[in-house]
């Protein structure tokens, strides 16, 4: 599975955090989850952090399940 990328964050004054991905909003926190997942992206893999707080990961699997037989309509 590759490793998720493309995400980045803005901490605001007013404590309001902004996620995107590939320069999109994917979400925006607010209050003590967004004080929560500062403190977590700063101890740890801050991509893999985005990509779970928000939801938009991989699972790798995508290509090969189009491609089955079960899923082609037949």
Not at 43 to 48: M, P
């Amino acid at each position: 599975m590759p490793a998720p990328s493309g995400f980045s964050y803005e901490s605001h004054a007013d404590g309001t955090v902004v996620i995107t991905h590939r320069d999109r909003r994917a979400t925006t926190l607010r209050g003590d989850r967004a004080a929560k997942f500062v403190a977590e992206a700063e101890s740890g893999d801050a991509q893999a952090v985005m990509a779970r707080w928000t939801g938009a990961y991989k699972f790798g699997n995508e290509r090969m399940a189009r491609n089955h037989p079960r899923n082609n309509g037949r």
